[in-house]
């Protein structure tokens, strides 16, 4: 596989990636709220991870062409994301000294992560109409592993943006309770209207 189809591909990966939307405000809700980045990041890459490994198995396709099975994952994530605002709204995130013991909320926001982008039907859709444009049908390599090199290639370029998100968020936000406040209000406000958009675009 040519390294210039990895190049155009991680450009065009980074240009999505930096694009703000839900895992983004996930990201910075988790910088405000102490010393969950890490545990936030990694259920946010697994998720993106389990998608690639999916679509390169060609299940994604499968879904893609079952209309009932793309809008119960559509409605689903669309809850979730719903759910997951209005709780930011109710109990904003804020600024935090970190304590020991905490292993059970590190998994939990691990855990959010991983269903924030693994309930994402725009992952899937974005997968399936990115990756087969940056194979190589000829190349040496078979085409479920062109994928997934790819898919991990995104998934490397999340973790960088992802962290520098959710980390600058803490380092700017940590000694300003009121703007951390502000900013955790709008991140739920963002998850609300993605989610919304999300139903409105599948009802109609």
């Known amino acids: 596989m040519a390294l210039s189809l990895f190049a155009a591909f991680w450009g065009v990966s980074v240009l999505f990636v930096i694009t703000p939307g839900a895992d983004w405000a996930y990201a910075i809700s988790a910088g405000i709220n102490g010393r969950m980045v890490a545990p936030a990041v990694a259920g946010l890459l697994c998720g993106h991870l389990i998608a690639t490994l999916i679509v390169a198995a060609g299940v994604g396709s499968f879904i893609a062409n079952v209309p009932s099975?793309?809008?119960?994952?559509?409605?689903?994530?669309?809850?979730?994301?719903?759910?997951?605002?209005?709780?930011?709204?109710?109990?904003?995130?804020?600024?935090?000294?970190?304590?020991?013991?905490?292993?059970?909320?590190?998994?939990?926001?691990?855990?959010?992560?991983?269903?924030?982008?693994?309930?994402?039907?725009?992952?899937?859709?974005l997968f399936m109409a990115l990756l087969p444009q940056f194979t190589d049908p000829q190349g040496a390599w078979p085409l479920p592993l062109q994928m997934a090199m790819l898919g991990l290639i995104h998934v490397g370029s999340c973790a960088v943006v992802y962290l520098l998100v959710g980390y600058g968020a803490s380092l700017v936000l940590k000694t300003r309770p009121r703007a951390a406040l502000r900013v955790s209000q709008i991140s739920g406000v963002l998850m609300m209207v993605i989610a919304l958009l999300l139903f409105i675009e599948r009802l109609f």
Request: aromatic share 8%; with cysteine.
């Open 69 to 125: 099975v793309m809008s119960a994952l559509t409605l689903a994530g669309a809850a979730y994301l719903l759910w997951l605002g209005i709780g930011l709204l109710r109990q904003p995130s804020l600024p935090v000294a970190w304590q020991g013991g905490e292993t059970r909320s590190s998994a939990r926001w691990a855990l959010k992560g991983l269903c924030i982008s693994g309930l994402n039907p725009k992952v899937f859709l």
